[in-house]
């Protein structure tokens, strides 16, 4: 009896044991390993000479940097392709043409190595230049390709000292070719001017911008935006909405994006069919330095100019984005018309405003989704059903009932009154 | 006899009402009550969305938190179905005091699964805090959510909710800095005097019809005139903030305490009738013939 069992033990522990060696070979075979849909993240790295100051728990920016580096490299999931890339690395001399050049990929883009990583990051010293614009644009081309998300982070202790290429002009251009590209900055222990460059790149790509004075808040964050970037989001198909209806693109659900600039108007198109239920919503972002009083206005005209719904929104003040939305439910067919379509324009218009110092070009980043899902179930009555409730309800139905209780009664007593009853 | 009747019928009469009287106060109770599990609440994400299309999808009942910057725009969406009044709370810890350099304005906007925002009808949708506060805490309730409503008011309507939070005045230096933050959605029963007429086919979820959209829409784009009308393919990704439903499922809608007042005011009628006749009628016959109905 005792063998019996003990060898049910072990051929349940064989078992497990199998299952279990089994379990992770079939996991790792399973892990996508595509390259084109995989997000993809660039560490961008200010390496030059003002990285040696010592401001960081008592250590240099640089340390304090590759301490973080290296928290980072060990954290990145594995489906996230991770690049390195510096700039003012490389050239100590006092050239400006060349020290605005210098801008290196470190460690290229790709399925990542954690000990080359490292090793990479290791070697760097505090040398050059602040060519913050060239890095960005290296950066984004890095990044070109795929369709996953793509994020650069920028670290860095000081402005960029090369002008006239303006960063935040670069940042806009690379979030105006609609990669969906977002670009976070972190200052270490920047000036105001630093701080509003960085900014200022970040509102242009809808990134963030973070001030790091300790070592675990630079990891952390660096950590929280690798992270980000991992998780899957739907990403927006690019399209381009028309001055009048007439020539609007058509589109079918789902989600677009757009620019458009101060004060003009977008038209798109959306094929109705009778019984189903447009809803439409759509969002401008604010990515640059505008007045404070804004508004959108999301209108669906007919093809011949009749508003149908509107949508609208008002704010002022600090702003990402204002958004509105409106739903369409339009009215099952009659018989013979079933398959008649309605197109519906959605225009698009928008009351930002900036100072004559901000560029209009390219236009304010526009967010469309489109839905189309059966109509409502529509209302008979206001009230649910058609039923009612509170006390006067009850009321009145125990008042009708005592009537015609009552009529039953002298009814009844008149019959038998004339014997005709029973 | 007859006295004995009529007593009976008022004795049931009392106990009907007796008991609806109950139920309507329960009703109240458990209006004001708020659900069991919106009070202790588990813990739910621990990060926060940068805009409408990555919000973060904060479970039912759960709190979410995020570690963040100052000056960061953190989005949530949570899920709120017809018949419930959502009370959307936030509590920021903000930065040491030292770090600081002057008083910052924090607040929350909620915006529905079609990016309306929806007005506060109670709470602190936005507060100044001192240079010396350490938290601040703020909140918004909405309006019940109604089964439908025309599509020209912008009532709220069963589906996702964005909560949107952020500092909207803070002197510059202090942007950036690291902050904490901590939001949870509070859901209380409307009750029945909310329930409308009529439902939505799907609740207002972004990207509703991204699926069917890819099955039935290949097929018209083949016939549609002009085929190439830049008409490009609808996103399949769907938005992370339709990932959360209610507890149990979206509501069909249907149901209402309505149903149990209407069916009560029924019977009370009922009740109500046969006490009149026992009023008005006849004496009755003789004891040994057995009663006419």
């Known amino acids: 009896m005792i063998i019996r069992r003990r060898l049910a033990a072990g051929a349940c522990t064989l078992l497990a044991a199998l299952t279990l060696g089994l379990l992770p070979a079939g996991t790792a075979a399973a892990e996508p390993a595509s390259g084109e849909d995989a997000p993809k993240v660039e560490l961008t790295l200010d390496v030059s000479?003002?990285?040696?100051?010592r401001d960081i728990d008592g250590k240099s920016r640089m340390a304090a940097a590759k301490q973080a580096f290296n928290e980072v490299i060990d954290a990145v999931p594995d489906e996230v392709q991770l690049g390195i890339r510096t700039l003012g690395a490389h050239y100590p001399g006092e050239n400006r043409k060349v020290g605005c050049k210098d801008t290196r990929q470190i460690y290229p883009l790709g399925r990542l190595d954690r000990t080359e990583a490292k090793t990479a990051v290791a070697t760097l010293s505090p040398t050059g230049w602040t060519p913050i614009g060239p890095a960005l644009l290296a950066a984004a081309d890095d990044l070109k390709g795929g369709e996953g998300s793509r994020r650069i982070v920028l670290i860095t202790d000081g402005e960029d000292t090369c002008a006239p290429l303006d960063p935040c002009e670069v940042a806009r251009e690379i979030a105006a070719k609609g990669i969906g590209l977002t670009v976070d900055t972190l200052g270490l222990v920047p000036d105001t001017k630093t701080r509003k460059q960085l900014k200022c790149i970040a509102e242009a790509t809808g990134g963030t911008y973070t001030s790091v004075r300790k070592t675990d808040e630079l990891s952390g964050r660096v950590n929280q935006l690798v992270d980000r970037t991992a998780d899957p989001v739907a990403v927006p198909v690019a399209t381009e909405g028309a001055q009048e209806c007439a020539q609007a693109p058509r589109l079918r659900p789902g989600l677009y994006s757009d620019r458009e600039k101060f004060g003009q108007h977008r038209f798109y198109r959306v094929d109705v069919s009778p019984g189903q239920e447009l809803r439409a919503s759509v969002s401008i972002g604010a990515d640059r330095a505008v007045h404070n009083d804004y508004g959108v206005l999301l209108r669906a005209v007919t093809v011949h100019g009749r508003e149908?719904?509107?949508?609208?929104?008002?704010?002022?003040?600090?702003?990402?984005?204002?958004?509105?939305?409106?739903?369409?439910?339009?009215?099952?067919?009659?018989?013979?018309?079933k398959?008649?379509?309605?197109?519906?324009?959605?225009?698009?218009?928008?009351?930002?405003?900036?100072?004559?110092?901000?560029?209009?070009?390219?236009?304010?980043?526009?967010?469309?989704?489109?839905?189309?899902?059966?109509?409502?179930?529509?209302a008979s009555d206001v009230a649910s059903f058609g039923l009612g409730r509170g006390w006067w309800l009850l009321g009145a139905l125990a008042l009708t009932g005592l009537v015609v209780g009552l009529l039953w009664g002298w009814l009844s007593r008149l019959r038998d009154v004339t014997g005709r009853s029973y | 006899m007859r006295s004995l009747r009529t007593a009976f019928t008022a004795l049931i009469c009392t106990t009907v009402l007796a008991g609806l009287t109950g139920f309507a106060g329960a009703g109240t109770a458990a209006a004001e009550s708020p659900s069991p599990d919106a009070g202790e609440s588990t813990s739910g994400p621990t990060q926060a969305g940068t805009g409408f299309?990555?919000?973060?999808?904060?479970?039912?009942?759960?709190?979410?938190?995020?570690?963040?910057?100052?000056?960061?725009?953190?989005?949530?969406?949570?899920?709120?179905?017809?018949?419930?009044?959502p009370t959307f709370k936030a509590e920021v810890t903000l930065p040491q005091a030292t770090a600081r350099h002057g008083?910052?304005?924090?607040?929350?906007?909620?915006?529905?699964?079609?990016?309306?925002?929806?007005?506060?009808?109670?709470?602190?949708?936005?507060?100044?805090?001192?240079?010396?506060?350490?938290?601040?805490?703020?909140s918004c309730t909405l309006r019940p959510v109604r089964s439908l409503a025309d599509p020209w008011s912008d009532h709220p309507l069963p589906g996702s909710y964005y909560l949107r939070l952020t500092v909207t005045d803070a002197p510059e230096k202090d942007l950036g800095l690291p902050v904490r933050a901590r939001v949870e959605a509070d859901l209380k029963d409307a009750g029945g005097a909310e329930a409308v007429d009529g439902t939505l086919s799907t609740p207002l979820v972004p990207g509703a019809s991204a699926k069917d959209a890819e099955d039935a829409e290949d097929d018209k784009a083949?016939?549609?005139?002009?085929?190439?009308?830049?008409?490009?393919?609808?996103?399949?990704?769907?938005q992370t903030a339709s990932s959360v439903e209610p507890e149990d499922g979206w509501s069909s809608g249907w149901w209402s305490d309505r149903w149990i007042w209407t069916a009560a005011g029924g019977v009370l009628a009922v009740l109500a009738a046969f006490g009149g006749r026992a009023l008005t009628r006849r004496p009755q016959r003789p004891s040994r013939v057995p009663p006419g109905y």
């Open chain 1, 339 to 378: 398959d008649a379509k309605e197109t519906v324009c959605l225009q698009v218009s928008n009351s930002f405003s900036a100072p004559a110092s901000v560029k209009t070009e390219p236009g304010l980043p526009v967010e469309l989704t489109v839905d189309l899902v059966d109509g409502p179930d529509d």
């Open chain 1, 308 to 337: 149908v719904v509107r949508g609208s929104e008002a704010g002022d003040g600090r702003t990402d984005v204002i958004s509105t939305g409106l739903r369409y439910p339009k009215a099952p067919a009659d018989d013979d018309d």
């Open chain 1, 49 to 53: 000479g003002s990285m040696r100051a």
């Open chain 2, 222 to 238: 083949a016939e549609e005139e002009g085929g190439d009308d830049a008409s490009p393919g609808p996103s399949t990704t769907r």
């Open chain 2, 103 to 138: 008083d910052s304005t924090w607040r929350i906007d909620v915006y529905d699964g079609l990016r309306r925002r929806q007005p506060c009808m109670y709470g602190m949708q936005s507060r100044a805090a001192g240079q010396d506060t350490g938290s601040v805490a703020l």
């Open chain 2, 53 to 85: 299309r990555d919000a973060t999808a904060v479970p039912p009942g759960s709190a979410a938190t995020a570690e963040a910057s100052s000056g960061d725009y953190l989005y949530w969406a949570f899920p709120v179905d017809a018949g419930q009044r």
